[in-house]
């Protein structure tokens, strides 16, 4: 096969010759996967990878979807949405995937988007923080089963009613979900009559963030919300941390995940925000889930790994209900999804596609004895109120 | 005359056989020809080495992109018309990089397309800023017929816009105004003592390649329906040249053959490895080295009479 060396094709029925009986003359079910592995979003997408690609193994295990195996056609984008268009042209047209996981960035998710039509393809977001995509930019065939970036953003700002600040500042990465989940915390925290300072946007790949920095301090802000991902985040945190920034001001982010904690050691510490998952969220569900992950690679699973993991569960319920991966049947199976996955209930909406969910709030702490600093949970808020209205990006109450 | 019209059956006869993977790379490729193709008028025959020629490629793909997403206008037009204004801003362009010659004005090229991206990537309401603009629909029309937007009509549009810029060239370069850009080519300076303007025609080719470079741009936003910063940056530029020289200046057949070449072997080698950039590199160096007349070159050089004909 010439794709092989590149495309990492997932055959995990090889592995288990139990199930290779039964899936043996079924045809695959093809999954593409275009996925930022190279770039400032690279490491998201290696978490985006290794959770589909644990999720299919598991499933391929257990008899496949369908009775047919799961195999992912995966390509890099490089986190470039003209290239994500392309790589997912290519899978579609030429591996023949009707089913799309993957593309790290919501600029790449919002390039593809408007072709799912012309495709017949239906694509499962695990990791798309973009409020648009379930809203004014939604089309039939995209669904979301991740926290969104307003829902991220909400909880964060629902925590924040508790707290006293005198003065907010933010900082986001220069695009499509940096963007969004400003605009929401903005709307937010006025909405709450609290003072909202300022906000600056880095762009995707920024290495030295002093100048950002010195912005921050001088603005008088007390508490600063943060929206980066990958090495933008990891750079940020710890340049922070070198300007004495977190002694002045409360970092707040929107994503917490165990690669920017790693990256940056004790700088993150303290750090507050909204997780979309973590190892250390409650119940038995992520408690199996965690344990088989530990077997598999020896470590607990990242942000995205668990936000990939919910999402190929809403997936194989869906082609469950519908008996089918055809694009017409399989959307409206998803429209009635709901689950009980690793972050609690999931229920997909039909109204905008999103995947209501809990929202949670993590701090970054250090216990006694352990090595790293981990998240843990401080509070979890209810899907009804993190979860904005259909179509809506902002919140009434 | 002939040749051209049994390729242009040959193309027009793809749609049948082919299955729609195929297409997309072939409609692709003639994109990406009619670009080299507009290069080569610079390139090739006034020797006007741009660097910058993603410039012409990115200002029609916002501009028709701009014009599909907010106007009723039909995809043809919408093409034409970014064509158009790609050559018309050209014009000042042409203006202030003719004031140099030789490595300045390639610089000079490189410089403005530098520029055009650094807007790109301020001026969101225009360009969608990092997210460039997504969804841009391939509107139906003119008179009614939505065969343009279709995959296929989309091709016969492509081709249509390659062979009428081919015989658009042709035309200018077999003109007398071509004999006066060869004549630059060759010697400037004799050009000009015989009493010619050499920098209005200067300005002129640059204003003509800017235009057809302008309509493959065009060309590209709805045939991916996107368009980002990319397609001002100057990997393109350099990409396009590469295109140009592997396959033989001043033909204008050849930069089309070159394109497709360049887009075939990079589809193939990315198969097997990232880095195909560098083995295309070595390709390169082979042509610059050993076949500095291009694809066209090789494939004349057992047919030596049809080099004058």
Known sequence: ?397 | MRTTLAVAALLALMPLGLPPYAMTLLTEALIMGLFAMSLDLMVGYARLISFGHAAAYGLGAYTCGNILLHTDIPLPFAVLLSGLFSGTVSIGVAWVCTQATGVSFSMLTLAFAQLLYAVAFKWTDATGASDGLAGIPRRPGPFGTTFFASKIGFYYLTMACLFGGFLFARALVRSPFGAVLRGIRENEAKTLSLGYNTRLYKIAVVAASYMLGGMAGALYAPFAGFANTELLFWLLSGQVLIMVIVGGTGTLVGPILGAAFFLFVQQQLSIYTDSWALFFGVIFIGFVLFAPQGILGLARRGRPTEQHR
């Open chain 1, 1 to 397: 096969m010439p794709g092989m060396h590149r495309r990492a094709l997932l055959m995990s029925a090889l592995a288990s010759p139990v199930v290779l009986r039964h899936a043996r003359g079924e045809t695959p079910i093809k999954i593409g996967m275009p996925v930022a592995l190279t770039g400032p979003a690279g490491e998201i997408g290696a978490q985006m990878r290794r959770g589909a690609e644990f999720w299919a193994k598991h499933t391929n295990a257990k008899g496949g979807l369908l009775g047919r195996p799961i195999e992912l056609v995966i390509q890099d984008t490089g986190g470039d949405p003209a290239s994500c268009v392309r790589k997912a042209q290519d899978v579609v047209e030429r591996d023949g995937c009707r089913l799309l996981f993957g593309m790290t960035l919501s600029s790449e998710a919002l390039a593809v988007v408007p072709k799912l039509a012309e495709w017949n393809a239906v694509f499962m977001s695990s990791d798309n923080g973009d409020g648009r995509l379930t809203g004014s930019s939604l089309v039939p065939n995209f669904f979301r089963a991740n926290t969104s970036g307003p829902m991220g953003t909400r909880a964060v700002s629902l925590y924040l009613r508790q707290a006293q600040f005198k003065g907010f500042y933010a900082i986001g990465m220069d695009y499509a979900w940096g963007r969004n989940s400003i605009g929401v915390f903005k709307d937010e925290i006025q909405k709450a009559g609290q003072n909202f300072i300022g906000d600056v946007y880095s762009p995707i790949g920024t290495k030295d963030f002093s100048t950002y920095i010195a912005k921050i301090r001088q603005s008088g802000a007390d508490a600063c919300f943060i929206v980066m991902q990958g090495d933008d985040n990891a750079a940020f945190l710890s340049q922070a941390k070198q300007y004495r920034l977190p002694d002045k001001v409360q970092l707040l982010t929107e994503i917490v995940d165990l690669n920017s904690i790693a990256a940056t050691g004790d700088a993150s510490i303290g750090l507050i925000g909204s997780s979309r998952y973590s190892f250390t969220f409650p119940g038995a569900a992520n408690a199996e889930f965690v344990e088989m992950w530990k077997k598999e690679y020896k470590t607990v699973p990242d942000t995205f790994e668990g936000e990939q993991w919910q999402a190929g569960q809403v997936l194989a319920a869906g082609i469950a209900a519908a008996g089918s991966i055809d694009a017409e049947k399989l959307r409206v199976a998803l429209e009635h999804v709901e689950i009980d996955s690793i972050k609690g209930h999931v229920k997909i909406r039909a109204c905008d596609h999103q995947g209501e969910q809990q929202g949670f709030m993590v701090k970054v702490v250090k216990k006694e004895g352990a090595a790293k600093p981990t998240p843990e949970l401080i509070a979890t808020f209810p899907a009804d109120r993190v979860t904005p209205g259909c179509g809506k990006m902002t919140y009434d109450s």
